[in-house]
């Protein structure tokens, strides 16, 4: 088992108490950008106002340069050619670019307030010492003169994806690193998750007439364009266009480019409306009926998560599979339906997880991942309900074969530092889903409902923690959940209630019930012979209350986590009860299924034996029951 030590760290820090109000930093970029499609490079002007919301005094600032991971040798590089499972997509092809082929981004000069500035490049990091300090409350002005050269589409960004769209421009630009209360966050990218300030972008693109331009934020010209967005026949377009684009209250901008794109937009009535932009054929058939899809996605999660609060959202074809941004998300198109519905649902959701609330997903990855999982996986179940009888039965699954291995490891783990990639999308995505469907075992389903709603009500636009949202839960539901998350997210203990004996005579029956590493609430039913179905439920004495159960349910006198096991006594006979059942509603990893149920055996002799359940090991078909007698 394997867990985190450091409280700097692990999720031990995001219990400490905020010791002031809260605060958050403030960026606003105007960006000018000149492109030049034959040799895929473009030139960049930056002007980035910065207001220090912090109580720190800041000597020194960090950008961001991602595209410069598109180098041989660089951490993203070397990182994939030595894990042992790299992603398929990126694998040793770094390392194979030529000069004209890879990610370059440099900084010709950048001026505080009119003055330059002193930096050196390190990878995908600008270290900037200030020549002057920013107080708390002051308000800076950055301006930035670069160069970047596009490189060949590897992971998620670059030039000339798989499926032939010239340019998919996502982490394409300097961009400041944020700054919070646990101070900067300066993490090379090695190729997993981002964290960006809150503000505003102001962006215009001087590219090749024949392009269309898709992107965050709202097209500001469109009448100007001429095409892509505005049906007007332009006479003599010049050389090149200007698109300009603006976006309020984001914390990234992404954009694509190409010359083939259709641009279809599906009116939504309650909002927002989708714009579509995919290179059309057969390959890409299905995104005629997307609009429909999304319309029905949308209702569903403003209704049960939030309401979505931009006037559109536009669904781009590039990219390397499916990738989040601010209003927009890019995907690889040629899908079949439910595959082009399943990616665009997931990415969509990401505008509340990652879009709206923006945790740090470096250290929260499963705060994002997970709740997008969660949240797609009742959508889809809405949308094809023959296909998800249990939506999350796959999370579960996929949770339990690697905590069952000797492979997993704590969610508080760097994104960047799990030792395997199966290691990190397992905790992310998988065991993020059961973090979630998990507490509606704790707290119930209702419970999860309403605090899913008030987390997005009371910290969109807040970089939340998971502290954040555990206490919005315990609000709800007025149960004490600390245990819960420091052994679900801190460790790698699993789950692991079983029947492990039981005794019994003609005045009654007692069951001796087991707890595995990991505390948690067991609930259980007792199915007599004449089909008689009496519900228990045991609260652990960490939770401070219980749930709402069902009717007709009787809860039980709290579980202490110190005791290995649990009495319980019945007043039936053995030889009236038919089967013993644990963990009846579900919503809960059980590691090993096969103990949590007992088919009452036939003549059993109760006056001399007591049962005992044990696991025996078998080699293909994993473990097996089997009752010995134990004398009384």
């Keep these: 088992m394997k867990r985190c030590f450091s409280i700097l760290i692990c999720f031990g820090l995001s219990f400490v108490s905020y010791s002031q109000s809260y605060w958050q930093q403030e960026a606003h970029y105007q960006m000018d950008i000149d492109f030049n499609t034959k040799n895929h490079q473009f030139d960049g002007l930056q002007e980035l106002t910065f207001i220090n919301h912090s109580p720190d005094t800041l000597n020194?600032?960090?950008?961001?340069?991602?595209?410069?991971?598109?180098?041989?040798?660089?951490?993203?590089?070397?990182?994939?050619?030595?894990i042992v499972d790299p992603d398929r997509r990126v694998g040793d092809r770094i390392s194979k670019l030529s000069q004209s082929e890879m990610g370059i981004q440099q900084?010709?000069?950048?001026?505080?307030?009119?003055?330059?500035?002193?930096?050196?490049?390190?990878?995908?990091?600008?270290?900037?010492?200030?020549?002057?300090?920013?107080?708390?409350?002051?308000?800076v002005q950055f301006d930035m003169e670069f160069k970047t050269q596009v490189p060949l589409?590897?992971?998620?960004?670059?030039?000339?994806?798989k499926e032939g769209i010239d340019y998919s421009m996502s982490q394409w630009y300097p961009k400041l690193c944020e700054y919070d209360k646990d101070g900067w966050h300066a993490n090379p990218y090695v190729g997993r998750e981002f964290y960006g300030i809150w503000g505003s972008f102001d962006v215009r693109i001087h590219m090749d007439a024949n392009y269309t331009i898709a992107a965050t934020g709202i097209l500001q010209n469109p009448d100007e364009i001429g095409h892509g967005y505005a049906d007007i026949d332009l006479q003599n377009p010049p050389e090149k266009l200007t698109w300009k684009f603006k976006a309020e209250n984001v914390h990234d901008f992404v954009w694509a480019a190409d010359p083939d794109y259709t641009h279809e937009i599906v009116i939504n009535e309650n909002g927002p409306n989708f714009h579509l932009f995919y290179q059309k054929g057969e390959k890409t058939k299905h995104w005629e009926d997307l609009g429909e899809y999304m319309i029905k996605t949308f209702k569903y999660a403003d209704e049960h998560f939030g309401k979505y609060p931009y006037p559109h959202y536009s669904i781009i074809?590039?990219?390397?599979?499916?990738?989040?941004?601010?209003?927009?998300?890019?995907?690889?198109?040629?899908?079949?339906?439910?595959?082009?519905?399943?990616?665009?649902?997931?990415?969509?959701?990401?505008?509340?997880?990652?879009?709206?609330?923006?945790?740090?997903?470096?250290?929260?990855?499963?705060?994002?991942?997970?709740?997008?999982?969660?949240?797609?996986?009742r959508i889809e179940k809405e949308l094809f309900p023959e296909d998800f009888s249990d939506p999350h039965a796959g999370s579960f699954k996929?949770?339990?074969?690697?905590?069952?291995?000797?492979?997993?490891?704590?969610?508080?783990?760097?994104?960047?530092?799990?030792?395997?990639?199966?290691a990190y999308g397992t905790a992310s995505y998988s065991k993020g889903v059961v973090i979630l469907d998990q507490l509606s075992h704790i707290v119930g389903q209702k419970v999860i409902d309403k605090s899913l709603k008030r987390y997005f009500d009371e910290w969109a636009y807040k970089h939340p923690n998971a502290s954040d949202f555990k206490r919005i839960v315990e609000k709800e539901s007025g149960i004490e959940l600390d245990w819960y998350f420091e052994y679900f997210v801190n460790t790698t203990k699993t789950i692991d209630y079983s029947i492990y004996e039981i005794i019994g005579d003609e005045k009654g029956t007692q069951i001796l019930l087991k707890k595995g590493e990991m505390p948690m609430p067991v609930e259980f039913n007792i199915v007599l012979q004449n089909g008689t179905v009496s519900k228990y439920y045991i609260p652990t004495v960490l939770m401070r209350g219980e749930k709402e159960v069902e009717l007709n349910t009787k809860i039980l006198s709290d579980w202490a986590w110190t005791n290995p096991y649990y009495s319980i006594r019945l007043d039936q006979a053995p030889s009236e009860i038919k089967k013993i059942q644990l963990h009846t509603t579900g919503h809960i990893a059980d590691i090993e299924p096969l103990n949590d149920r007992v088919k009452m055996p036939d003549n059993w002799d109760w006056n001399k034996y007591k049962l005992r359940l044990n696991l025996l090991e078998k080699k293909k078909k994993g473990t097996i029951k089997k009752f010995v007698k134990i004398k009384k």
Excluded at 405 to 422: I, K, M, Q
Aim: proline share 3%; aromatic share 12%.
């Design 107 to 139: 900084v010709l000069s950048l001026k505080q307030n009119k003055l330059e500035l002193d930096f050196n490049i390190e990878g995908t990091i600008l270290n900037v010492n200030l020549n002057e300090p920013i107080f708390p409350g002051d308000t």
């Design 317 to 377: 074809q590039g990219g390397d599979g499916g990738m989040e941004y601010p209003m927009a998300t890019l995907i690889t198109g040629h899908r079949s339906l439910k595959s082009l519905v399943g990616v665009s649902v997931h990415e969509a959701m990401h505008s509340w997880y990652q879009g709206l609330l923006a945790s740090n997903e470096a250290l929260f990855a499963w705060m994002d991942e997970g709740f997008t999982c969660y949240a797609s996986n």
């Design 398 to 422: 996929g949770y339990k074969r690697i905590a069952t291995s000797d492979y997993e490891e704590p969610l508080c783990t760097h994104a960047d530092h799990f030792d395997t990639n199966w």
């Design 60 to 82: 020194k600032v960090f950008y961001h340069l991602y595209f410069n991971a598109f180098q041989p040798g660089s951490m993203m590089d070397v990182r994939s050619r030595t």
């Design 153 to 161: 589409q590897i992971r998620r960004s670059g030039r000339m994806n």
